[in-house]
């Protein structure tokens, strides 16, 4: 049976423990390695942050605390996390640990680190849009070395691409999944949503609100008719009913839809606070899981309020945590899980 159908049917069974005896549990863990990255993104200010890292030993030690105390799943991002020289031992020691492990990467690095990236089991690549959009918002160079990713993954690994609708790059939803049936990789959308200590300018960049929902109703059409999206539609419809784009998260409850952040999942930032996501970061108090350790630092997790949000990532997991199983049905086959 593959780590990723085992990991997920533990993932369901902890989560109904959850919903009937209210036991909390870190299925998912997000961990920032690192805030260096090679681009300098429009809409993202984490590079500007320059927190300090954990270490390779560290990080080692956090794995056996996490897979402890139950998680399951395992996502890398920054920064650029492929920029961290032991980037492969990090993966490598996941591994053994026998956590589903997800990357996310502008894949600028990806052709320098193909090796390293063995153990990974799902990656996540950047993709704004056309050349001339990804590198405006980027650098020069950036698309095509992001495409040479594209081709030196897709044909062997679970692949997907991210692209932020901003009003550059809506128009660009087509072109992307031409790409995706082209090279054999699933496209997934989200909408601008980091708070203001990770993200930048979305007032400058947000589309049309108009424009946003009739992009997002296209998707859905386009994901019913077969298209290579991964984003759920139970995501896709959610966002289209988002009330306001520019306030990313709210403390009122949309719709039916409960919010499992620090419940069932969280994120640790780079270095080593842990909050229940990454829109809270530096919004409310954090535990550090270095000097309080891992289960201390989840314990103490708490949203403030928050009950909602915009976020793809989050959505998605509150969306599988509620055990619809149409959105599982439609996630597991996002991912491409093998028995």
């Excluded at 009913?241 to 998260?249: K, L, M, N, R, S």
């Excluded at 780079?270 to 550090?288: E, H, I, Q, W």
């Amino acid at each position: 049976m593959s780590i990723g159908f085992q990991n997920m049917w533990r993932m369901g069974f902890s989560t109904a423990l959850f919903r009937v005896f209210g036991l909390r549990a870190p299925l998912n863990v997000m961990i920032s390695l690192t805030d260096r990255c090679t681009c300098l993104c429009k809409y993202c200010r984490i590079p500007l942050r320059k927190s300090s890292e954990m270490t390779l030993e560290q990080l080692k030690e956090l794995f056996g605390e996490m897979r402890r105390a139950g998680t399951a799943r395992l996502g890398l991002w920054g920064g650029e996390p492929l920029i961290r020289e032991d980037i492969g031992d990090i993966i490598e020691n996941a591994r053994t640990r026998g956590f589903y492990i997800s990357v996310d990467t502008n894949g600028e690095l990806v052709a320098q680190k193909l090796a390293e990236l063995e153990n990974a089991d799902h990656l996540v690549i950047s993709l704004d849009g056309k050349k001339e959009n990804h590198d405006a918002n980027r650098h020069k160079g950036a698309f095509d070395a992001a495409m040479e990713a594209i081709r030196l993954t897709a044909p062997s690994k679970r692949l997907w691409t991210i692209s932020v609708l901003t009003r550059h790059t809506i128009g660009d939803v087509d072109y992307i999944l031409d790409l995706a049936r082209q090279y054999g990789f699933m496209a997934t959308f989200q909408v601008l949503h980091h708070n203001e200590v990770l993200g930048a300018g979305p007032a400058d960049l947000a589309p049309e609100d108009r424009k946003l929902r009739q992009t997002i109703k296209a998707l859905i059409k386009a994901k019913l008719n077969g298209a290579p999206i991964a984003n759920t539609i139970h995501y896709l419809k959610f966002i289209r009913g988002w009330p306001q784009y520019t306030h990313p998260a709210t403390c009122a409850q949309i719709g039916s839809l409960n919010c499992f952040a620090g419940d069932l999942f969280c994120n640790i930032d780079t270095n080593g606070d842990l909050y229940p996501c990454s829109l809270l970061v530096g919004k409310v108090p954090a535990r550090n899981v270095l000097k309080n350790g891992f289960v201390e630092a989840f314990k103490a997790t708490s949203r403030m309020g928050c009950k909602s949000c915009d976020a793809s990532c989050y959505v998605e997991y509150n969306h599988l945590h509620s055990l619809n199983p149409a959105a599982v049905w439609d996630f597991a086959r996002s991912v491409r899980l093998k028995i």
